[in-house]
């Protein structure tokens, strides 16, 4: 069957936009960031694919990185939209179907937060695994 890689970052990118969380706090969600693109957003990486394959069947393992950019002044507002976005993803029982694919589970795998070398953005970083099976 191919790649997982396509069918989940389109439905991790539905799930997100669905989600009221981020049209409150005008958070806007890329997949290609637009010039001048107003302050928070988020950013759903192109991913990386393993095969996970048992036997007979054909597993998947893909990573995204999801970036969240801030120009806020402290963290608050970087915390907060990853710790929704972490709500979504890590360990969600409602994480979105994808043709094709049993999703078993998706993790969060590490997160990191610095300041952009501009002195002003900040840059949050957040590492998601997803396990995936052909049906």
């Known amino acids: ?3 997982a890689t396509l069918q989940l970052q389109e439905a991790i990118y539905a799930f997100l936009e669905a989600d009221v969380f981020f049209l409150q706090h005008h958070c806007a ?15 759903l990486s192109d991913g990386m694919e393993t095969p ?6 054909k597993g998947r393992l893909t990573i995204f990185n999801v ?3 801030s120009m806020a002044k402290g963290t608050e507002e970087l915390e907060v939209i990853f710790d929704h976005v972490d709500q979504l993803l890590h360990y969600n029982s409602a994480l979105p ?4 694919y049993a999703l078993i589970y998706g993790k969060r ?7 952009d070398s501009d002195g002003l953005t900040r840059h ?7 396990l995936s099976e052909e049906i």
């Open 124 to 130: 949050l970083v957040a590492r998601y695994v997803f």
């Open 1 to 3: 069957m191919g790649t």
């Open 67 to 69: 970036h969240i950019w």
């Open 29 to 43: 969600i890329y997949d290609e960031v637009p010039e001048n693109a107003a302050f928070p957003f988020l950013v």
């Open 97 to 100: 179907a994808m043709p094709g």
């Open 52 to 57: 996970q394959d048992v036997f007979s069947e």
């Open 109 to 115: 795998d590490t997160m990191t937060a610095m300041r």
